[in-house]
């Protein structure tokens, strides 16, 4: 391809990320049936550091389903109206992402409900892993939560909006960024 007289840079020559051309699906967002009677929307913008809505960001979750077990089921890209527990949603052009699910449990005793979460992003060299955690279930005795600085711990918990819907910001740097997680062989 030519471009005023000269070649045009390819993907490997500009500045990425290209997440929106290949990798969300249609269904990506939508962990359990539509229309089912248990489903929750998890929903938020994510920030760059400035502040400013990131429109080019492709976040992964993994959960639990409502008993607290994490479905090993095969197939998330094409569900057959079973929930997998594994979704996939790009945000829009202000920022915003939004998942169908259901409310995770906790899976084990001791630990509050939350979900997975891994974010692609301009600006990220590799990608970055936090979680959302379910408002006041069993928040206080989380080992994750309990290990971290009481101002940071919010960083990482949701709002319930007057529907039900769990909200949640994710803020790649700055002021209240997002707690991130570093897990053995991924540093």
């Known amino acids: ?17 290209f997440f929106h051309y290949a990798l969300p699906y249609d ?10 009677p248990d489903t929750i929307r998890l929903h938020g913008t994510v920030y760059d550091g400035a502040g400013a809505p990131v429109p080019d960001a ?11 077990r994490v479905p090993a089921t095969e197939g998330s890209l094409r569900r057959d109206g079973r929930f ?17 699910t259901v409310e995770p449990a906790p899976v084990r005793d001791g630990a509050a409900a939350y979900f997975a979460v891994t974010v692609f992003a301009r600006g990220l060299l590799d990608r970055v892993f936090t979680r959302i955690y379910v408002p ?8 994750l939560l309990g290990a971290l600085p009481a101002d940071r711990r919010g960083t990482l918990i949701a709002m319930r909006d007057s529907d039900g819907a769990l909200h949640h910001d994710i803020r790649l740097q700055g002021e209240g960024e997002t707690v991130f997680l570093a897990f053995p062989g991924h540093e």
């Not at 269904?27 to 089912?36: I, M, N, Q, V, Y």
């Not at 997998?84 to 169908?100: E, L, S």
């Not at 006041?136 to 080992?143: A, H, I, T």
């Open 1 to 17: 391809m030519r471009e005023h007289g000269r070649s045009a840079p390819t993907p490997g020559q500009t500045v990425g990320p």
């Open 58 to 68: 492709l976040l992964e979750v993994r959960q639990a389903d409502t008993s607290g």
């Open 27 to 36: 269904d990506g967002p939508r962990l359990a049936p539509a229309g089912a």
């Open 136 to 143: 006041g279930r069993g928040l206080e005795d989380d080992p």
């Open 84 to 100: 997998t527990g594994w979704g996939r949603a790009a945000t829009d052009r202000a920022g915003r992402y939004a998942f169908t």
